[in-house]
């Protein structure tokens, strides 16, 4: 009876996820090894957007223990295209996250957290629709680890 019980309302919850709109929004560590993982601790490489989003959340918490100064972390969005050179003018605005407040290469981004820190980013799915954006990290040589795909679906 109990088992039964149990397995009823795992199915609920099962149709409850599924008969809900489309996730849209995920969830990203930024770790003292200069790197973007999921909560396991796995490299994420990419992100899968939902087409049917209208907005897409990105939520970055900072799991080191580095500060802002050693090891800073944000997450920009751009067209793949662009982010050597968003990167390259946003070391002119330490200040400013580590980026150029009118760059309008640049479709989002969150100011630039430090160990124990959150932060998060969000943008309309219709501006990336095209294809070829990335989401990356602008502080100073972090790119070149800290970056990936955003992958409209
Ligand atoms: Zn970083």
Redesign the pocket.
């Known amino acids: 009876m109990m088992l039964k019980k149990y397995s009823l309302m795992m199915g609920m919850s099962l149709c409850a996820s599924l008969s809900f709109a489309a996730n849209c929004s995920t969830d990203l560590k930024?770790t003292d090894k200069?790197s973007f993982t999921d909560k396991k601790g796995k490299t994420v490489s990419q992100i899968i957007v939902p087409a049917s989003c209208t907005t897409f959340k990105i939520n970055l918490e900072h799991n080191g223990e580095m500060s802002v100064k050693q090891?800073?972390?944000?997450i920009v969005i751009s067209k793949a295209s662009d982010v050597a050179s968003v990167v390259k003018d946003g070391r002119q605005h330490k200040e400013h996250d580590y980026v150029n407040p009118n760059d309008s290469r640049v479709i989002a981004y969150s100011k630039?957290i430090g160990g124990g820190q959150k932060t998060s980013v969000e943008f309309p799915v219709a501006k990336i629709k095209a294809g070829g954006y990335k989401f990356f990290?602008?502080?100073p040589m972090?790119s070149v680890r800290?970056s990936g795909d955003l992958i409209v679906k």
């Open positions: 930024g200069m090891m800073g972390h944000n630039m990290c602008s502080f972090h800290m």
